[in-house]
């Protein structure tokens, strides 16, 4: 499968940004999908997750209550809405797909993603 991420961008503390993750190349069997982010000299951790079905999700503490994510099967798609960015999201940030995974199932382990998508790179300001 590939992976395309859109949505990154510059914008200050307090503001938006809705991150896009549109795959190609295969539809089935199930699978999950990511988001993860890496900062300069830090390893890249899991931020969100949703299983194939859409109806389970997974998110990191510094996420939880700000980034929603979510996906529409009809066009592919897996979308990270981030609200009240902080400096300390700033980051690029990656999609990823798994292998086969049952259709309710969130991984949460960068090595459990085989398929990975270019980066999009957030950038927030003070």
């Known amino acids: 499968v590939q992976l395309q991420a859109s949505g990154g961008g510059l914008v200050q503390a307090g503001e938006s940004l809705r991150l896009s993750c549109a795959a190609s190349?295969?539809?089935?069997?199930?699978?999950?999908t990511g988001w993860f982010r890496q900062a300069p000299g830090k390893e890249r951790e899991f931020v969100a997750g949703?299983?194939?079905?859409?109806?389970?999700?997974e998110y990191t503490s510094a996420a939880l209550g700000r980034f929603i994510i979510s996906k529409d099967n009809a066009k592919n798609t897996v979308y990270l809405q981030m609200n009240s960015l902080r400096p300390e999201d700033t980051a690029v940030y990656y999609c990823?797909?798994?292998?086969?995974?049952?259709?309710?199932?969130?991984?949460?382990?960068?090595?459990?993603?085989?398929?990975w998508g270019q980066g999009t790179q957030v950038t927030v300001s003070s």
């Open positions: 190349g295969r539809t089935s069997p199930s699978y999950g």
């Open positions: 949703i299983s194939w079905s859409g109806n389970r999700a």
């Open positions: 990823a797909a798994t292998g086969p995974l049952a259709i309710n199932l969130v991984k949460t382990m960068v090595s459990s993603y085989e398929f």
